[in-house]
């Protein structure tokens, strides 16, 4: 069974149309993070919780956004895309920092 | 910050074949992770190392923290088994660092 479900796995958004990534969790992780992966590079860390205490990365764009109302979820809001910002977002959680990772399945954004 | 190198970047092998990928970093970590992605883009966590060596079914990985360098190494390789397969490191700050990846293509 998924334990990081990612929805949804594709989203086609307009340009400038604000857009919401979710991530769920069924393994009480203290340790969400989200990351960007664009076409054959690494993926980027954008931010991470540890349970309500964000922390962004100093490079992460102003127009991205998260939230996490609970344990088990956290979003990722994009207020205005722009066509540098589709990729792939992946989703992960560790039971502490510095543990083992589990990696959702990935949403892959397209803006048009 | 960390740098992670993988090599090599591309590898395409006949089914059976004994693989070898390598991951060399710049700084001490903490651990080492070994992930596997389809082309559907999912990543599945193989190897979490902070020493030694460890197996999994056709999978080992080794990991040397004086050299800073880790391998991974799939034995008796199975189309299956293609997929990128990516070097991440955890070296103290939040998240991990990770390499650009390794695009393995086993042909039957």
């Known amino acids: 069974d998924a334990m990081v479900i990612q929805n949804p796995r594709y989203q086609v958004t307009q340009f400038g149309k604000p857009v919401t990534l979710s991530c769920s969790q069924t393994?009480?992780?203290?340790?969400m993070y989200w990351y960007q992966q664009k076409s054959s590079q690494a993926p980027k860390l954008l931010f991470h919780?540890?349970?309500?205490?964000?922390?962004n990365e100093a490079d992460t764009p102003d127009n991205f956004q998260s939230r996490r109302p609970n344990t088990s979820f956290c979003f990722l809001d994009i207020r205005s895309p722009g066509l540098g910002d589709a990729a792939m977002y992946l989703c992960?959680?560790?039971?502490?920092?510095?543990?083992?990772?589990?990696f959702g399945q990935g949403t892959r954004l397209t803006v048009v | 910050k960390n740098e992670v190198e993988q090599s090599p970047q591309n590898l395409t092998a006949q089914e059976g074949e004994f693989i070898t990928i390598n991951c060399s970093y710049s700084?001490?970590?903490?651990?080492l992770h070994w992930l596997q992605q389809h082309p559907g883009g999912g990543i599945v966590s193989l190897f979490m190392l902070s020493s030694g060596k460890k197996k999994h079914g056709r999978l080992i990985a080794t990991i040397n923290i004086q050299e800073k360098h880790s391998s991974l190494h799939i034995t008796a390789s199975h189309p299956r088994d293609s997929a990128v397969y990516i070097c991440?490191?955890?070296?103290?700050?939040?998240?991990?660092?990770f390499g650009k990846g390794t695009h393995l293509i086993i042909q039957p």
């Open positions: 700084v001490g970590i903490s651990a």
């Open positions: 991440a490191v955890d070296s103290g700050a939040d998240g991990l660092t």
């Open positions: 393994l009480n992780h203290n340790v």
């Open positions: 992960a959680t560790s039971r502490e920092n510095r543990a083992r990772a589990f």
């Open positions: 919780y540890y349970d309500k205490d964000f922390n």
